[in-house]
Nanobody, 121 residues
Framework: QVRLVESGGTLVQAGGSLRLSCAAS????????MGWYRQSPGKERELVAG???????NYADSVNGRFMVSRDSAKTTLFLQMNDLKQEDTAVYYC???????????????WGQGTQVTVSS
């Protein structure tokens, strides 16, 4: 299995910046894709940014140009640099992985526990 631990969430003023981290451990060789999702009260969880199975990056329209996703050379730590934060970015941010099917793990995906980002006016 793969364990994901997020960190970096906190209270920040609008216009500020924040960097989230997600550290993966366990069967990390089985990671096929890795990304950030977020969920705010009353809303569905949505993709924010991430690396696809083809190693390309994708971003939600709402964060494109403000957020940047990156990872370390081992591809086991994922980062999300968030700039020009807005109140609507307030949410719990979750790290997510898709798993290579031939690995035979118990799940095809894993989620972290989430980290709260609150943007104040």
């Amino acid at each position: 299995q793969v364990r994901l631990v997020e960190s970096g969430g906190t209270l920040v003023q609008a216009g500020g910046s924040l960097r989230l981290s997600c550290a993966a451990s366990g069967d990390t060789i089985c990671i096929a894709a890795m990304g950030w999702y977020r969920q705010s009260p009353g809303k569905e969880r949505e993709l924010v940014a991430g690396f696809t199975r083809a190693d390309t990056t994708n971003y939600a329209d709402s964060v494109n140009g403000r957020f940047m996703v990156s990872r370390d050379s081992a591809k086991t730590t994922l980062f999300l640099q968030m700039n020009d934060l807005k109140q609507e970015d307030t949410a719990v941010y979750y790290c997510h992985t898709d798993i290579k099917s031939y690995c035979g793990l118990e799940s095809y995906e894993y989620w972290g526990q989430g980290t709260q980002v609150t943007v104040s006016s």
